[in-house]
């Protein structure tokens, strides 16, 4: 896998480029005026949607992409080309036709749920004029293509004569042409060197109902003789995917770790194929790689990207304890926490000893939780246990009990601290939320002037590490 980081393969993505625009806030009451949510809105974000997302996913992986599509003469229009622009892409194949709208799709997230989405975009099929314009774009650009994917979402720039044509020019020049497709009828897909559906897709197609792997094998064969395929895929969310070529089937399964949005999975996975077959990867590799990727990215909220580093540590992070995957350095967790950031999350963070680990850390770690999306424990090392409580202390080393806290459900990420306080690791970190024990109401709490809020959580009556230990001196004697 490592030996495609360093690639910078040439693929060229024709399809449908659209804007996804996002209103991200919080609902804290019901309208007046209807009974529906008032969205209190704290920001406003645009990124590349449609095939823009699979822009999005070659240039993170270090493509040189090129994007051909029709776009409308508007403001809409005018700031797709500049998101291109900014991400070093160029728009010399874009036609700019006057007669369409160009898409964009606004959604309103509230506490990391979608509200609403509504849509402004021409849906007919080009004309012939942009047609011809862009046949002729892309046959200018053959010289230098090792790939081309065809993202397919419905709005009209694939249309059947642009992609019969599209496919026709790359088979007499040898590139690939992966397709993720849309609608029920894929006969203008014929010829291509491989298609995509996901499994309902492939489904409504073929007019197979895909129960096991036998309607499985003959959906996906369906596909590669009907359409004159070299191969077929047919993905299977959570399942992986599966290839259908000269060899037989072959199924690829795939684990995520967790799974926030499937938003763009299938744009992530087009787009990896593509570069690992142009950068001259095997159908198998490819898949392999495009199952990490797609894992990476369910994991995030909102149409996202996966890059090599994040696919690399997570094939990495398979062989490993997936509780162990959670105890992390300060480093490590700086990092992850910028990334859930910028997906929206509410980071929670509290720390202790947790010598014993017993009832009452349990139910104060699931309080934790609640305040927010992601919790964080910092665990005092040996040392500063020893500092704080005294020679005999702790019973359990830092790693076992950072290890017992990462396999609680409650708990996303462990750190270790060596110092006395965990000051510094807030500081690093910036929680939204700091959380302590109720004994600390009408006392200074380290790293308040840091983080936007403290709660305090009361413990369980008589539950303690103190009591535990003292209990077990005394059944000793």
Same mark, same amino acid.
């Given at each position: #896998?490592?030996?495609?980081?360093?690639? $910078?393969?040439?693929?060229?993505?024709?399809?449908?480029? #659209?804007?996804?625009?996002?209103?991200?806030?919080? +609902?804290?009451?019901? +309208?007046?005026?209807?009974?529906?949510?008032?969205?209190?809105?704290?920001?406003?974000?645009?990124?590349?949607?449609?095939?823009?997302?699979?822009?999005?996913?070659?240039?993170?992986?270090?493509?040189?992409?090129?994007?051909?599509?029709?776009?409308?003469?508007?403001?809409?229009?005018?700031?797709?080309?500049?998101?291109?622009?900014?991400?070093?892409?160029?728009?010399?194949?874009?036609?700019?036709?006057?007669?369409?709208?160009?898409?964009?799709?606004?959604?309103?997230?509230?506490?990391?749920?979608?509200?609403?989405?509504?849509?402004?975009?021409?849906?007919?099929?080009?004309?012939?004029?942009?047609?011809?314009?862009?046949?002729?774009?892309?046959?200018?650009?053959?010289?230098?293509?090792?790939?081309?994917?065809?993202?397919?979402?419905?709005?009209?720039?694939?249309?059947?004569?642009?992609?019969?044509?599209?496919?026709? #020019?790359?088979?007499?020049?040898?590139?690939?042409?992966?397709?993720?497709?849309?609608?029920?009828?894929?006969?203008?897909?014929?010829?291509?060197?491989?298609?995509?559906?996901?499994?309902?897709?492939?489904?409504? $197609?073929?007019?197979?109902?895909?129960?096991?792997?036998?309607?499985?094998?003959?959906?996906?064969?369906?596909?590669?003789?009907?359409?004159?395929?070299?191969?077929?895929?047919?993905?299977?969310?959570?399942?992986? #995917?599966?290839?259908?070529?000269?060899?037989?089937?072959?199924?690829?399964?795939?684990?995520?770790?967790?799974?926030?949005?499937?938003?763009?999975?299938?744009?992530?996975?087009? $787009?990896?194929?593509?570069?690992?077959?142009?950068?001259?990867?095997?159908?198998?590799?490819?898949?392999?790689?495009?199952?990490?990727?797609?894992?990476?990215?369910?994991?995030?909220?909102?149409?996202?990207?996966?890059?090599?580093?994040?696919?690399?540590?997570?094939?990495?992070?398979?062989?490993?304890?997936?509780?162990?995957?959670?105890?992390?350095?300060?480093?490590?967790?700086?990092?992850?926490?910028?990334?859930?950031?910028?997906?929206?999350?509410?980071?929670?963070?509290?720390?202790? !000893?947790?010598?014993?680990?017993?009832?009452?850390?349990?139910?104060?770690?699931?309080?934790?939780? +609640?305040?927010?999306?992601?919790?964080?424990?910092?665990?005092?090392?040996?040392? +500063?246990?020893?500092?704080?409580?005294?020679?005999?202390?702790?019973?359990?080393?830092?790693?076992?009990?950072?290890?017992?806290?990462?396999?609680?459900?409650?708990?996303?990420?462990?750190?270790?601290?060596?110092?006395?306080?965990?000051?510094?690791?807030?500081?690093?970190?910036?929680?939204?939320?700091?959380?302590?024990?109720?004994?600390?109401?009408?006392?200074?709490?380290?790293?308040?002037?840091?983080?936007?809020?403290?709660?305090?959580?009361?413990?369980?009556?008589?539950?303690?590490?103190? $009591?535990?230990?003292?209990?077990?001196?005394?059944?000793? !004697?």
């Amino acid at each position: #896998m490592r030996r495609f980081a360093d690639k $910078a393969p040439n693929v060229l993505v024709v399809g449908d480029v #659209m804007i996804d625009h996002y209103l991200w806030g919080k +609902s804290e009451r019901i +309208s007046p005026e209807a009974p529906v949510p008032v969205i209190d809105v704290q920001k406003e974000t645009e990124v590349l949607g449609g095939a823009g997302n699979v822009v999005n996913n070659l240039v993170a992986l270090g493509a040189q992409v090129y994007v051909a599509s029709a776009i409308g003469k508007d403001d809409n229009g005018r700031r797709l080309k500049k998101m291109l622009e900014a991400l070093g892409v160029s728009t010399r194949l874009l036609v700019a036709d006057e007669s369409r709208v160009t898409t964009r799709k606004s959604r309103v997230i509230a506490s990391h749920q979608q509200v609403i989405r509504f849509d402004s975009e021409s849906r007919q099929p080009l004309d012939k004029k942009s047609e011809d314009r862009l046949i002729e774009a892309v046959q200018r650009q053959l010289l230098t293509t090792d790939a081309i994917l065809l993202s397919d979402y419905g709005k009209g720039v694939l249309s059947d004569r642009l992609t019969a044509q599209i496919i026709a #020019m790359a088979k007499a020049a040898n590139i690939p042409v992966l397709v993720d497709p849309k609608g029920t009828d894929y006969t203008k897909y014929r010829g291509a060197s491989l298609v995509t559906p996901n499994k309902k897709e492939a489904e409504t $197609a073929t007019g197979v109902t895909i129960v096991n792997d036998e309607s499985l094998k003959e959906a996906g064969f369906w596909l590669k003789e009907r359409l004159e395929l070299e191969r077929a895929m047919i993905t299977l969310s959570e399942e992986g #995917m599966a290839i259908f070529d000269d060899e037989g089937m072959r199924r690829y399964p795939t684990v995520a770790r967790e799974v926030y949005d499937v938003t763009g999975a299938g744009d992530t996975v087009l $787009a990896t194929l593509g570069f690992v077959l142009a950068a001259g990867g095997s159908i198998d590799e490819a898949a392999r790689i495009a199952n990490a990727a797609a894992a990476v990215v369910v994991g995030k909220l909102g149409s996202a990207t996966a890059t090599w580093d994040e696919i690399i540590a997570y094939e990495a992070a398979l062989h490993e304890s997936t509780t162990e995957h959670r105890i992390k350095s300060r480093e490590a967790l700086v990092q992850t926490v910028k990334r859930l950031r910028a997906e929206g999350k509410k980071i929670v963070f509290t720390n202790g !000893c947790f010598d014993i680990l017993h009832l009452g850390h349990v139910k104060y770690l699931e309080k934790a939780k +609640s305040f927010g999306d992601v919790l964080i424990v910092g665990v005092n090392s040996d040392n +500063s246990v020893r500092r704080l409580k005294g020679a005999e202390r702790p019973v359990n080393p830092e790693f076992d009990r950072a290890y017992l806290l990462a396999a609680l459900d409650a708990v996303d990420f462990v750190t270790i601290f060596d110092e006395d306080t965990p000051y510094a690791l807030i500081e690093a970190l910036r929680p939204d939320i700091l959380v302590k024990g109720g004994d600390y109401k009408d006392k200074e709490v380290v790293g308040s002037d840091i983080a936007d809020e403290v709660r305090l959580v009361d413990f369980v009556d008589g539950k303690s590490t103190t $009591a535990i230990i003292e209990k077990a001196k005394g059944a000793r !004697c």
